[in-house]
């Protein structure tokens, strides 16, 4: 029964993914080069700490999927992600500004013809694997973390640690106004461990060869 509503629920979410990837406005990388002031400031330099409302490095988002981009910054704009840098800068963002931002950094850095293994070459303890398990991350992110079944959801293989750790969080915290993010599925699965549990996946995620990078701006090299 559960493969079943497995099964159904992503069927629904492909063909309403579809339906909704058919309206959207169409990036341009070369003008979102234009457009990423905003951006480099923290997402530009390498190890830079975002101090509020927690301590962590800021995500890797070059080589991240456009779509997956365009959804984190609409959700940021819509406060359904609660963080209010990211909210100021979301909200003086037009519909054409995000998906030329998109498109710029998901080449962003991209080495063409590079391919990641199928699967992580680094094997996670028997711990970490139990709640590999019990998540089920794979069905969602892919089986090496960096080929999601959705383009909206994010590539996560070698993500800043301490980053996915908060990100984990937010999704099972409530009713704080500047913490949180609105997302029923992660919800469910992340408030079925423990912050220690959670930073066991973060830390054996992050560990696993990515696509993701910082690429400094000259400016900042």
Partial sequence: MN????????????????????????????????KNAMCI?????KGYQA????????????GQGAK???SALNAYKKGERKHPTMRGVAGSLTNQDIADLAAYYSVHGVVVGA???????????????????????ISCHGTNFSKPIDPTYPKIAGQHADYLF???KAYKTDNN??????????????KQ?????????ANYVSSVEGELKVVPQSKFR
């Avoid at 101090?51 to 070059?62: A, T």
């Fill in 166 to 168: 908060v990100a984990l």
């Fill in 193 to 201: 461990f423990t912050n220690a549990e959670l930073k066991l996946l």
């Fill in 177 to 190: 106004p500047t913490v949180g993010r609105g997302n029923a599925i992660m919800g469910g699965m992340a």
């Fill in 115 to 137: 391919e990641l293994p199928a699967k992580p070459v680094k094997e996670p303890s028997a711990e970490v694997q139990a709640l590999l398990n019990k998540a089920n991350c």
């Fill in 3 to 34: 493969k079943l509503f497995t099964t159904i629920f992503a069927v629904a979410v492909s063909c309403v993914t579809v339906s909704s990837l058919a309206q959207e406005t169409k990036g341009d990388a070369k003008v979102g080069g234009t």
């Fill in 51 to 62: 101090s509020f409302p927690e301590v962590y490095k800021v995500p890797m988002i070059s």
């Fill in 68 to 70: 997956y981009i365009m």
């Fill in 41 to 45: 400031g923290c997402h530009g330099i």
